[in-house]
C-alpha cells in the first residue's frame, strides 16, 4: 500500500530523478511548453510550480531574500539561463496570478508503448486561450457620486443649444443651394 507516500519515484534512483526534472523545468522554463508522459508531467508540475512562486516574490521583498530565492532555484534547475528567463519574463507575466501556473493537456497515446502523453505549459504564455478573456478593469470604485451629479447637470443645458445651432447651420445651407 502507499499510505504516506507523496512522491512518485517514476521508476528512477533519486539522483536521476532530480536531473530529469531539472532537465524537463529548464525546458519547459525556456520554450513554454513540452510534450511528456503524463506522470513525468504531474511531477514536473509539483516541481516547478514552487519555484516559478519563489521568482514572483523577488520583485515584494527586498534584495537579500531575492538572491537567496534565486539561489535556491539554480539548486533546483542547476541552469543559470533558465533561472534568468524564470526571474525576468515568467515572473513579470505570471505577477498577478495567485497560482496555477501550469497547464496539463492529455494528448492520447504513445505509438511505440502505449504510454499516456500530455503537454505541459505555462499558463499565461498561451496566447490561444488567453484571446478571448477580457483585460481585468484596474480602476477603482468609489461610493462618493457627488461630482458625477454636478458634471452631468453642468453638460446636459449645453447640448439642446448646440443643436439649435447645428439646425440653424442645416438651414442656411439648403437656402443658398435653393437660390
Request: glycine share 6%; aromatic share 4%.
Amino acid at each position: 500500500m502507499r499510505h504516506g507516500k507523496k512522491v512518485n519515484h517514476l521508476g528512477r534512483k533519486t539522483a536521476h530523478r532530480k536531473a530529469m526534472l531539472a532537465n524537463m523545468a529548464s525546458s519547459l522554463i525556456e520554450h513554454k511548453r513540452i510534450n511528456t508522459t503524463v506522470a513525468k508531467a504531474k511531477a514536473l508540475k509539483q516541481f516547478v510550480e514552487p519555484l516559478i512562486t519563489k521568482a514572483k516574490a523577488e520583485n515584494n521583498i527586498t534584495a537579500e531574500k531575492g538572491t537567496h530565492n534565486r539561489r535556491i532555484a539554480f539548486k533546483s534547475l542547476r541552469n543559470k539561463y533558465a533561472v534568468t528567463e524564470l526571474f525576468s519574463n515568467v515572473a513579470e507575466k505570471v505577477g498577478d496570478r495567485p497560482g496555477g501556473y501550469t497547464r496539463i493537456i492529455k494528448l492520447g497515446t504513445r505509438l511505440g508503448d502505449n504510454a499516456d502523453m500530455a503537454m505541459i505549459e505555462l499558463v499565461d504564455f498561451n496566447e490561444l486561450y488567453n484571446a478571448g478573456k477580457p483585460k481585468k478593469k484596474s480602476t477603482r470604485r468609489s461610493r462618493r457620486g457627488g461630482k458625477k451629479q454636478e458634471d452631468e447637470n453642468v453638460v446636459a443645458p449645453a447640448a439642446p443649444a448646440e443643436k439649435a445651432e447645428a439646425q440653424t447651420d442645416v438651414e442656411n445651407v439648403t437656402d443658398d443651394s435653393e437660390e
